[in-house]
């Protein structure tokens, strides 16, 4: 290496005055036009190519993610029926129970005063925000037995609620109709 070093440092005088021989540049631009002009630019071709391989890798590690971590998205969390029949046959009675109890709530004469009804719709449909909330932790800890008997809690809870309104609206109701009877009367 040092002779190198030694030859370049001697001769530096040769190297700085060469200069390529007249009509060298000319003489290279045709043979550039002559060979098809093929020039080291971009290509689309390996463009293409390279964007394929990568969406291929992505949706190849996009399906080995979901067969490992079982695949379950935002819009289908997993619910107590998922998990085992016994559950399942708890969610289903509930579910049943509860809407009936809704249906009921929604044709209870509310004598002129439907707000009161929109109220009370309003709060047990925060009631189900609750519920949402512990679908979601259970999705996180699956088979969490705290948040599985949160859940079937929650159904007791609510559906002991709605029967104590339920049973208070028509408490009040034959209360209302003697007042609105006596009312009638005196007008009379």
Not at 56 to 66: A, C, G, H, R
């Amino acid at each position: 290496m040092k002779e190198l070093e030694k030859y370049i440092v001697e001769n530096r005088g040769k190297f700085d005055l060469d200069e390529p021989s007249d009509g060298h540049f000319e003489r290279f631009a045709q043979r550039q036009a002559l060979s098809g002009n093929k020039t080291a630019g971009f290509s689309w071709k390996y463009m293409l190519q390279a964007a394929a391989v990568a969406v291929l890798f992505i949706l190849s590690s996009l399906w080995v993610y979901e067969r490992i971590t079982g695949g379950t998205d935002e819009g289908e969390l997993i619910t107590l029926a998922d998990i085992a029949p016994e559950y399942r046959d708890a969610e289903i009675y509930y579910t049943a129970m509860i809407n009936n109890k809704y249906k009921e709530i929604r044709s209870f004469n509310f004598q002129n005063n439907s707000t009161e009804q929109e109220v009370l719709l309003r709060e047990l449909a925060e009631m189900d925000t609750i519920y949402k909330s512990l679908e979601k932790e259970l999705n996180q800890e699956r088979g969490n037995e705290m948040v599985i008997n949160a859940m079937i809690r929650h159904y007791q809870l609510k559906l002991e609620i709605m029967s104590r309104i339920l049973e208070q609206l028509y408490q009040a109701q034959p209360a209302q109709t003697i007042k609105s009877e006596e009312d009638a009367n005196i007008t009379i």
